[in-house]
């Protein structure tokens, strides 16, 4: 059971005058959680190592594990690290395309877990924008959920896991996306997806990223394989012929046809209900399919698709 207070005056309107304060708080060195259009993100001054600690420990999340620094213009990025590639953030920026760069020494070793590397994204959201510009300092923001639980795409979902941990929760509404931001390493050649997310793969095919390959040994540190994971067991289906099947043998079990930007809420919904166990399809591997398969995956962490789903059986 989460030990959290939760408090509902914690949540506040992205209006004008709470996004000033929670600018303030973000300068103090507090916790903010912002919506962007992938999920929420828990926010903390990117430069103040103090303030990006907390947001370890109020996610419980390892130190390990380095966070995605969001800015508010390309001057901004060019502040943190070198070799932005033009092309990219031209095309890309403001969006949910992260970039891994060769970061520059103002960035805290607390933000990039001793990496030489930093992530980078500046966000399209209109609140992210604006609590940005109204900070004036870059923002270290994971998404804003307890580690390995799904990511929050509404407020409400912050609050559940996160409480009074945050000092203030900024109400952008439901995230338009629903997934994470695609993750680019642009310090590998050729440039490695380390994860699928917001940003298709087949338009970075079409930006010629040299080309941007996934490679199953080259993950994002934090996408350790269970991930993602309501407390109901999830099973995995190529097929809706083989999930119906399946369902036919577990009356209790509910049936996930997923779509990017109800994945999660979903997930959270099924979990409240007490499901024990979560029957979800595979969508193709296209758009922004590529990148709900990689979560549902992680959630169900027992098997990758097996090609014996592949065949019309199950993924146990
Ligand atoms: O859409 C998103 O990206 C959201 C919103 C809030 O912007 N943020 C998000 O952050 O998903 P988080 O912390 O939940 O996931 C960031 C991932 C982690 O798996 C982390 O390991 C990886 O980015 N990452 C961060 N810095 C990295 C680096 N220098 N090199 C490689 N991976 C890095
Ligand atoms: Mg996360």
Redesign the pocket.
Known sequence: MPDTKTDKRQILAATAHNIARAAAILRDGGLVAFP?E????LGANALDPVAVKKIFAAKERPYW????V?VTSVEMARTLAIGLPERLTKRFWPG?L?L?LQKLPCVPDEV?AG?P???L?M?KHPVASALLTAAQVPIA????NRFGCP?PTRAEHVLADLGDRVDMILDGGPTEIGV??T?L?LTRMPPVI??P??VPREELDNAAVAPAVEDEHVI????SFKHYAPRARVEVFETEDALRARAAELPNAAVLIPKAETLFAQLRELDSQGTPVILALLPDPVGLGLAVRDRLTRAAATATVSDHSRRGGRAV
Do not use: F, K, N, W
Request: glycine share 10%; hydrophobic share 30%.
């Open positions: 962007t992938t999920v929420y993100g594990d380095p966070l995605i969001h949910p992260t891994v990039t990496r590397t930093v992530a994204r966000p923001a994971p998404s804003a990511s994470e931001s993750i390493d380390l994860r997310g917001g994002a540190p934090g996408m």
